[in-house]
């Protein structure tokens, strides 16, 4: 049966791209250690939109895949016959440095798009882990964010406009290429964190932002969670506009290779401006983090902190060092280091807790690698059902982004969703009766 497939998706690429366009390595392809039955790369939107057309019309699943940083995501997918590579749409559309917008092809990489903006000293506030790999359409699908969003906001808010390659192989623009665009629903925000589940990105238009004329990160470390969380509510409350305002233990430090300080707890604070400004704002950050018990303080600039802040966003995603569970927790700021402690200070066999945090929205990354000793079924279990728990004590919701493939079959990774999961169901309905996209990988199964 399964050749059978592979024959009709083989015969799908070939009619919507001609002969010898399939690729032929489909173990690049993999989502929770299943691979495609085909593959496909089409290299513009009428060539993506052909192949969907095709694929629809011989009743197969499709996966659309960019980078593959976030693959991990998501339940465990229904049998996929036809694996879409998006990464050769990687152009520019077109890009108005004066107005501060621009739109790009989904493939393009956050890193090749940080450098066209550069080129014209702006950037997209979109500092996903891994961007040399990362693409905007799986960026924006998965819902990544990093730690900028205290500043700029959810990947969602930078979105202005998105043209859409539906299941049955359709075009849609939603937006446009203006900031006040007031045409119509806001459709493009349905594909954000949808996971493709509802169509694939294609193109995308974003409002931009001006690089910062210069910066300048504070580390403060702290012997205790309780100190450094009195420092990031501080913060938060101050007239003080961070960049970014991110915490993380000894562990991640070690991990991610950081830039080494005594302590048990670390509180990093980016901070942007002109000089004089700059100057100002570094001072009133260090004078808060001594007053709430910082033991020490230092400051980076340049390359030094391009690196840390670098090492800090994509730990817990690189291959090499790759957790055994990465679960992300969304609470109110107010509750971000009585979760981080509660996570801390549970005990699970075979593993050892570490959490980096963004206490000014609330978001707390918790990972747990694996020791020297043995881990069971029953541990891995118990690291979810804690992580379930703590979050529901907080008022907050948790979602399972890295886990075992074994416990992913049996838990759906997205947890209790509750009344919106009808809504998606019914969004699903509407724009992916068949069950063509992604299926399986989304809310309760979709």
């Not at 995308?204 to 580390?219: C, D, H, M, R, Y």
Request: net charge negative; with cysteine.
């Amino acid at each position: 049966m399964s050749n059978d497939r592979e024959t009709i998706a083989a015969q799908a690429i070939e009619q919507a791209l001609g002969a010898g366009r399939a690729v032929a390595d489909v173990d690049t392809y993999r989502i929770a250690e299943f691979a495609p039955s085909s593959a496909a790369k089409p290299d513009s939107v009428d060539e993506l939109s052909a192949v969907m057309r095709e694929a629809h019309a011989a009743g197969l699943t499709v996966a659309p895949f960019g980078g593959g940083t976030r693959m991990t995501l998501g339940n465990v997918p229904v049998p996929i016959d036809l694996a879409i590579d998006l990464t050769a749409l990687d152009g520019v559309v077109s890009h108005s440095p004066a107005d501060l917008t621009g739109t790009f092809q989904a493939g393009m990489t956050i890193s090749n798009l940080q450098r066209v903006l550069a080129d014209q000293g702006q950037f997209l506030p979109l500092d996903a882990p891994l961007p040399d790999r990362a693409t905007i359409g799986g960026t924006l699908a998965a819902g990544v964010s990093g730690p900028l969003k205290w500043q700029f906001g959810n990947p969602r808010d930078l979105v202005i406009g998105m043209k859409v390659v539906q299941a049955d192989g359709s075009v849609v623009k939603s937006g446009g290429q203006v900031v006040k665009n007031v045409s119509g629903y806001d459709m493009a925000r349905l594909h954000i964190g949808g996971l493709g589940s509802l169509g694939i990105i294609a193109e995308v238009s974003f409002k931009l932002t001006p690089l910062p004329a210069n910066e300048q990160t504070v580390i403060a470390s702290f012997e205790t969670g309780d100190l450094c969380g009195r420092a990031s509510m501080a913060l938060f409350r101050s007239h003080l506009p961070p960049l970014a305002l991110t915490s993380f233990d000894q562990r991640v430090a070690s991990v991610a290779g950081l830039h080494q300080m005594a302590g048990d707890r670390f509180l990093a604070i980016r901070l942007g401006g002109r000089p004089r400004t700059l100057e100002r704002l570094t001072q009133e950050a260090k004078r808060l983090s001594q007053e709430s018990g910082a033991s020490g303080i230092e400051t980076l600039e340049g390359g030094d902190a391009e690196d840390f802040w670098r090492k800090l966003s994509d730990f817990g995603w690189r291959p090499e060092d790759a957790p055994r569970f990465a679960i992300r927790i969304s609470v109110l700021p107010s509750e971000t280091q009585r979760l981080i402690d509660t996570i801390s200070s549970a005990q699970f066999p075979g593993l050892e807790p570490a959490v980096v945090a963004h206490p000014g929205y609330g978001n707390v990354m918790a990972y747990w690698f694996p020791d020297e000793s043995e881990t069971s079924h029953e541990a891995d279990k118990s690291v979810v059902e804690s992580a379930w728990a703590a979050a529901a004590s907080a008022g907050g919701s948790a979602i399972i982004e890295r886990c075992p493939a074994e416990l992913k079959a049996r838990v759906d990774v997205w947890g209790a969703v509750g009344g919106p999961r009808a809504i998606m169901e019914r969004l699903k309905e509407q724009y992916d009766p068949d069950g063509v996209l992604n299926p399986g990988r989304f809310v309760g199964g979709m």
